[in-house]
């Protein structure tokens, strides 16, 4: 059993930075590729970002490039999403998800997920 919690969300001006951890306890942390995504009432989930096993390789969805940065810290079962140059869209709950070998977007791949952390961006 794989078991994801979130922390770092919060209230935040339009401009601001926020950095969202995602801890990971069950299994072997460095055995799974880990991703973001985001949701608002109403809407699909959408995929934010992926990063491989050893963090060499990531994904970012075209909408948070070279705003928010994945990575990962497989010594303390973690992965991070920084957050900068925040915007009132960018509010959501965002979500960490895990999968053996997938962090690519379709959000019907994986394996586990976390409960979620609220992002408010305001204006």
């Known amino acids: 059993q794989v078991q994801l919690v979130e922390s770092g969300g919060g209230l935040v001006q339009a401009g601001g930075s926020l950095r969202l951890s995602c801890v990971v306890s069950?299994?072997?942390?460095?055995?799974?590729?880990m991703s973001w995504f985001r949701q608002v009432p109403g809407k699909e989930r959408e995929f934010v970002a992926g990063i491989s096993k050893t963090g060499g390789s990531t994904n970012h969805a075209d909408s948070v490039k070279g705003r928010f940065t994945i990575s990962r810290d497989n010594a303390k079962n973690t992965v991070h999403l920084q957050m900068n140059s925040l915007k009132p869209e960018d509010t959501a709950v965002y979500y960490c998800?895990?999968?053996?070998?997938?962090?690519?977007?379709?959000?019907?791949?994986?394996?586990?997920w976390g409960q979620g952390t609220q992002v408010t961006v305001s204006s």
């Open positions: 998800a895990a999968h053996r070998y997938y962090y690519g977007s379709n959000l019907g791949q994986y394996d586990y």
């Open positions: 069950g299994r072997t942390f460095s055995s799974y590729t």
